[in-house]
């Protein structure tokens, strides 16, 4: 039983959880391959904060651009984050959308591993 938090004790609590349950059966090998393609993939919550902040003085969007949100990127765009509110509640939000990111990328990650496997 692999342990997440001696390969990537970085992880905010929820998303740690998340993650153990992933790699729980993986071997040691197999958790610190996902731990090394993982940590390339995730989103820091703070580089969505200061993204969102860049969105609320400068260009709004790109907060949904580094979560790979393309249209909602391009709609915050070319509306100015939906007149500033989508942007303020992003900048609520910001843990929210950085976890949500990083449970797909944890998914593909272990999809990923799995394919690999067999």
């Known amino acids: 039983m692999a342990s ?3 390969l990537m004790p970085d ?4 998303e740690m959880r998340y993650v153990q349950s992933l790699v729980q059966d993986l071997s040691e090998d197999e958790a610190r391959q ?5 940590r390339s993939r995730r989103r820091e919550p703070m580089l ?5 902040i ?9 907060q949904r651009f580094v979560v790979g ?18 942007t303020i509640v992003d900048l609520i939000n910001h ?3 950085a976890y ?14 799995r394919y690999n496997r067999y």
């Open 48 to 52: 969505l904060l200061i993204t969102t």
């Open 69 to 86: 949100q393309i249209g909602l990127g391009l709609l915050y765009f070319f509306t100015g984050g939906l007149c500033l509110v989508g």
């Open 100 to 113: 949500e990111y990083n449970v797909k990328e944890a998914d593909k990650t272990m999809g990923m591993l």
């Open 54 to 62: 860049i969105g609320f003085f400068g260009v709004a969007g790109i």
């Open 4 to 6: 997440i938090l001696h």
């Open 95 to 97: 843990k929210r959308l």
């Open 34 to 38: 996902f731990a090394s393609i993982y």
């Open 11 to 14: 992880l905010e609590p929820d």
